[in-house]
């Protein structure tokens, strides 16, 4: 019990606080969610991918958090489909619950988290690392299958298409690939301390955003489907982690952090997205702010597993 309240104090709490602070500060000022949520899609987002795939040593060993990232994924897919179905949901509402299930705040939970966790040991650079693997599938599959996701439940596949290619986030990770290949060394341009300024104030912002975003939701205690998106994400993404991790035999550190960054929250730019393309925002809403606040408990659970099981 000791270890359990030592994690949800030294791990969890820290992030709570400034979420607590954005949601403070909407309920005092009344915040532009739709300027913060622009800010963090076209500024930070982009300019932490960039620097994080820029700087990160993509090395052999990594590629398999990017195989196991990829498959996760996958398997979240099909579980969040098969409910789908089974629930009878309209495009609408089952584009909203596909996204809250299949992605989660890997970058302004995630890092923060992971961070803290291995905070003063040996593997403290690895598992950021490793992270940020998961953080780059994260980024291109939500900025790519997550708009498109939430653009069919309000447009057409065409224009759906359009609007997702508008997303920076893709092309932050592919110019960042290519600059790799460039025998230059970007930090020593000029320009290079802007990007690390902007990739330094991601997860202060994004956290914020999330505090406002949840000010914002409207906790409806009689919607089911809220609970089963909440169930899928906080206890079926780490059952179906455990699985993934022992049949591809990954073990160690890696272990600790795929499995725990399979419990956080969705993400909350899934509510983001549903509100940019309207596609049943209160839903988004109402997972985020469930998966966050019930993640105090789940993942501090999942933390303290992941010291016992790997």
């Given amino acids: 019990m000791d270890v359990f309240f030592f994690i949800l104090i030294n791990n969890i709490a820290p992030i709570f606080f400034i979420i607590g602070l954005g949601y403070v500060l909407e309920k005092t000022f009344e915040l532009d969610i739709y300027s913060f949520s622009k800010v963090n899609f076209y500024v930070f987002v982009p300019a932490l991918v960039l620097v994080k795939v820029y700087q ?11 195989v196991y990232a990829f498959t996760f994924l996958a398997a979240m897919t099909l ?23 299949m992605f989660y705040n890997s970058g302004n939970f995630g890092i923060p988290l992971i961070t803290l966790v291995f905070a003063g040991t040996e593997y403290a650079v690895y598992a950021v690392s490793i992270q940020i693997m998961v953080l780059m599938v994260q980024n291109l599959t939500t900025n790519s299958i997550g708009f498109y996701n939430a653009g069919r439940g309000q ?10 290619a508008k997303m920076p986030s893709l ?3 592919i110019t960042a690939l290519l600059l790799k290949l460039v025998p230059f ?3 020593e ?3 290079w301390p ?5 990739h330094d104030g991601l997860i202060s912002v994004a956290l914020l955003t999330l505090g406002i975003q949840l000010s914002l939701a409207k906790l409806e205690l009689e919607d089911l489907d809220v609970y089963l998106a909440s169930f899928s994400r906080l206890i079926g993404g780490p059952l179906v982690a455990f699985i993934l991790i022992h049949l591809l035999g990954i073990e160690g550190v890696m272990a600790r952090v795929l499995f ?22 209160d839903f988004a809403s109402q997972v985020v702010l469930t998966t966050t606040l019930l993640s105090a408990v789940t993942l501090t659970a999942v933390i303290y597993l992941s010291g016992i099981l790997f």
């Fill in 260 to 281: 725990i960054s399979s419990a956080v929250p969705s993400a909350v730019n899934t509510a983001l997205i549903a509100v940019e393309f309207n596609n049943e925002p």
């Fill in 189 to 191: 341009f000029f320009l």
């Fill in 155 to 164: 447009m057409d596949v065409k224009n759906t298409i359009i609007a997702t």
């Fill in 79 to 101: 579980l969040a489909v098969l409910m789908a179905k089974f629930r009878g949901y309209k495009m609408a509402r089952a584009s909203a619950f596909k996204n809250s299930v």
């Fill in 171 to 173: 092309y932050a990770v």
């Fill in 56 to 66: 990160t040593e993509i090395q052999f060993e990594l590629m398999r958090a990017i």
């Fill in 185 to 187: 060394d970007l930090t």
């Fill in 194 to 198: 802007a990007f690390e300024y902007m």
